[in-house]
């Protein structure tokens, strides 16, 4: 297991949820919320240098089948430019977490209106808590990295 921080991030279309983990990569704990749009890289940025991160874990939303969606090419387009930004950057299949996020929010009792605030917090939670367990067991860095000469995801 490969020790130091590492961010979770949820690419939404209206907001970034981001999470980050333990020096040790044993338990990932929820940081913020950023409003997709103007600035948002440099919020990421930012958030990867407060927090000392030598690595991003970017949730990789694939259909049901493990086909490609729309949204699937937004998420790796912004892993290409936070790899442009600088961060190294890793995807991971990250179907049904914004599911599991809702269902984890509203078995705690809160709505689905007052967890808009927090719902992708906890989805970059649990994307990142997926590949910190995926890293622990198989003894391998989990999903694909994003090469940083052709901006494009290549298997590892």
């Known amino acids: 297991m490969r020790s130091g921080v590492r961010l979770g991030v ?20 929820p940081v913020e ?13 930012a958030i990867a240098a407060e927090h000392e991160a030598f690595e991003l874990v970017v949730g990789l939303p694939l259909a049901l089948s493990g086909s490609e969606t729309a949204s699937t ?6 892993a ?16 049904l977490t914004t599911v599991s996020a809702q269902s984890a ?3 705690s009792g809160r709505s689905t209106k007052n967890s808009r ?8 939670v649990i ?15 989990p999903g694909t990295v994003v090469d940083r000469d052709e901006g494009n995801p290549n298997a590892l």
């Open 80 to 95: 290409v430019a936070l790899v442009g930004a600088g961060l190294a950057v890793r995807l991971v299949d990250e179907r």
């Open 33 to 45: 919320t950023v409003k997709r749009g103007r600035g948002d890289i440099e919020r990421i940025v």
């Open 117 to 124: 605030s927090v719902v992708d917090q906890v989805a970059a």
């Open 127 to 141: 994307i990142l808590q997926y590949a910190l367990d995926h890293e622990r067991s198989a003894a391998s860095p």
């Open 10 to 29: 949820d690419v939404g279309k209206a907001r970034i949820g981001v999470a980050r983990s333990d020096h040790h990569g044993m338990l990932a704990t």
């Open 105 to 107: 929010l509203r078995a």
């Open 73 to 78: 090419a937004d998420a790796r387009d912004f």
